[in-house]
């Protein structure tokens, strides 16, 4: 439960408000340099307070790598051990917020699943986790099998407009003064995975895609080429016409989106996730208290209006654990 | 890779021109009286040639179960093998047909991952594997656990239109006269899962949910509560207000389609998988052979136009087993 | 529970009077020719009432593959499906002999673990279970990667005796006549696998080994090498001192049975088990019935008198099972 | 690979030259009260010169828990992550001693795993990884469900020889002026499990005790019960024949140490782990370097005899970690 991927395996602990997040990435082959700026880079575009548009200051979450790598950071072969400290522990007001139940939280369902008035396991909630996954995600990046393969995230919609960054940012900035949220989806491109990646069966490549991307905090649906489109369209629109282009087989379209029946064929691999508004909101909002008493949930404290934008390089880091996975499967 | 769950555990094998289709159910507890009624409703529903609008015939597609059952047909807690044989064995025609790619058909995708001019795994690409999910898929709706559970799916639009059934089948038939074929999106509604169903970080209920629907041959995408219309909306309008109804509490509305946080929250569980239009068209289509050349690929033989309507009782089966393994996980 | 092995997986299930034995073994690579004289060998040398000094009759325990062959047996990849049928399916006599717990057999702690007065998961318990695993072994064997691989096993000692097939034969024969049974060693030996087979940590080759030999029924030991003679040892007598051999590194002595950090060193891996005596006697024994009352177990039906006799294609089957595991792992 | 136990899952991390050795123990239940103390009495018993007949120190070898703990030390149902800083990481002296093979040790062998002249995966095979298993214990061991097991390990020879600690000590310290080393036999005895806990086929009891203790480093073999001696015996000496005392059913002797059909009947499991001598010696020994020519290696360095002593502990964590996973299964 803990535990991603099969060949590239992630295991993570840490709650957001415990000493430290952290993991343990197995399957790295021996011999790899590994390049700190890469993970301090992905970690810093998935910090709280950042977006897009404004530059990441990388002095804080900063992971320490505890075994895997020699001095001169090259991986040995053995699992990559790593902690990230949590600067900021103070605990939860517990006070009248304990007792009320947020509404689009997980506050009512891990007390119906680990019992009620107790805290348990309710810290694995925290979008901090993910923390966890972009740093795992980063070193899979770097794996020689990946050298070719680009992963690229991008915001496509914001409460349903497609536009410039400018005005999907916006958008945002607008409902935040409102003390309102807002949804968005974010569109993945792979580009460079050669034909033949995946399984079929229980393990289709877009399976396992799914599972990974349905695991992001907020995310709601996941479509790949023409997605529920598709759904919408007859066969004949709908054929992606195998040619010759220096000496490979392509198609002349991507409806497919780059896997067809759970293995990629070598066009560009792109999916699309949507991702819920923030069910966080800067205003007074009824709900029940764990008794069933209704009671009205003040709005205060950090407010992110738009978690689709934090949830690029989740996005990303996913992938980039998912496609590695399968290429090290495939090279064996 | 052929193994789906892990409380409850289906691995399967089978080739649809092979003997037999067949799998293995583990962590059935024992005691549980089987109706063998159930499990042959559920084959004849998936069968090729019938829809929702067709008496289904029973006669064929008969599981024999070999182990894990009393004569008198109740679950003695080891595994439940079972084997359904295949009557239609005869080889494809490999001729000329083998040696060319048919667009968006996995054909291409499995030479480039088994290796050229080679047939190894291509028959696992086949939908008659989902016969062996139907199968274990009625076994787990009988287990006591889920007595109070009801799982039922159906078609919600057909090339992109909602409708009544009669509608639907109109354009299904419509689609087929002209040799072509047409997508839809199945919604599936599961009814009496208790709250505190699921789990947090990679194993959210939803995301095995979306894992086991996009593992059906032809889904595009996955989505539940309000999907993907979720990303454009804002916060205020999304938000599920909780409230007391005869001592429990419940939501005003269901935007969260009964999981909020990986975990089930007692309300009824939505969700919609799209399936893309049946590749295979009554038509000439253009596409490439093994060596790159272009050539033209001859439309003929059996034509199943809209897969959706087929995939009905697939998307149910994968629902109980996803289900029945969790709540099995809960009851532990 | 039901699964042994990673890369290369076997599933079994089946009851001794249930209707068949089988099971799916995953991992096959395709384009391997496989010999069904080979499987038939094997499972002809497991049947009851034969001895290595009886010549195998083959009409018998025929298993039916169902999957994962090509008609001229050439595997495709894909999950090989294969079952037995039980011909001799009557039921054990459930009078008064399923009352009483035969001593040092599974029926009191079946009954613990599953619950008193039913037949949960008891069907499991047969050393007919063995059956599957011979025709996986079988397979696994066969395997191009196994082609340079020699396993061997044999009986070492009989009730502590040490000795020639006849002196040992003799042993057993005299027990039969008195009624009871009789102990024994079996030695394993595999000749041709590359230095460099196995894993650190929790996966180190030899703890594999033992794992599977000590699930055969009846194993009450395991080692390697010197094994519990090592621990009467000084440093200085169990040095196996490197050397080399044309172009190779080799070792002088074995003391180190051919596995050295959980890792083969290129010298035969060389282990032993240890079997008890058969639990059941042809003679009156005392007990107690299900509800703690004292009762006379009266010794009579069909009689295997060494158990260790049989093992010994069990022992190489799971022994192949593990080495072909290993080297599809190490290859990859 | 780095991952132990099925509903008690620890995976580790560390090389003995790196910065930390720790693991990830998942499936601890929230609200256990955690005594740290347990943990580094562990841990201290563990540590390099030690022995049973010395004070342990406790000022190193401090683990810091990172997750799944309150300020008040209660569990909170998530990942408990730690780890254990190596405060003494000099390197190796990698001059000519990287050269040579030293006899019995897994150089050779994780060179041909892991490629000549490589260092990768090599800082696994060390002893310290042990450091990580013994702190997963002292959590297992505090587990509500193993308040009634005692786990307790001894050694029983030294040497081939039984006797008092003082005899057997002085084998040890004989040994140790020679330069040499010498093996041992550890007997552990786990009291307090009920009866019902393991699996029948391929998870018996006996046989994951067997896999884990054939894990420790310098294991050689393993037995249960009357082991090899049992393979010596008849089946009427063998029998362990029930009987009832105060309302439970127990045997008069104990031969099946505990386990029959792999499943726990009640009585004190029983089982002995035989460990070879310490391979190196403070002599100088022949062997080749990783050019096959021959060469002397030097006897130097910090030495420890008898391996077997530290065993111990590791021993009963390891025992520890199988109980627990099996009776937490149990309970579910």
Redesign the interface.
Known sequence: ????GRNLRL?????SH???????L?GM???VKIDMDVILRETARRRPGQSHLVTARNEKDMP???????DDMVT??????F?VRNTDQRSDDYGEMAEL?R????D???D????LH????????SAR?TLNWVIGGAFARQLPCMKDVAIHARIV?I??VEGSDEALHAIVEE?MKRG??????VECTIEGV???????????L???L??????INA??????????A???????????????KE???I?KTN???G????????MPIVFRV????????L?D????DKK???RILKGKGRHDPCV?LRAVPVVEAMAALVIADEIL????
Chains 1, 2, 3, 4 share one sequence.
């Open positions: 439960m803990n535990t991603f295991t993570t602990f840490g709650e415990g000493k430290a997040m952290g993991g343990i197995e082959p021996g011999g320490e790598i505890l075994s895997g790598l020699t040995l072969g053995t699992p990559i051990g902690i139940y509404p689009n939280h997980a009512f369902t891990y119906m699943r680990y019992g107790e805290v348990r396991g309710g810290g694995r909630a986790e919609s409460g349903g409902a309102d949220s807002v949804g968005g989806v050669p034909a033949g990646i995946g399984n079929p069966v229980f393990g289709k877009h399976a396992r799914a599972q990974a991307m349905m695991g995310a709601k649906g996941f479509e790949y080429g023409d997605g529920f598709a759904a919408s369209m007859y066969g004949t629109e709908q054929a992606d016409i195998f040619t010759s000496g490979h087989i198609t409806h497919s989106g896997i067809q029946g759970g293995i990629s064929n070598g949507a991702f819920k508004p923030t069910p966080t909101l205003r909002i009824e709900t029940v069933g008493n209704h689709a499967r495939h090279n064996a």
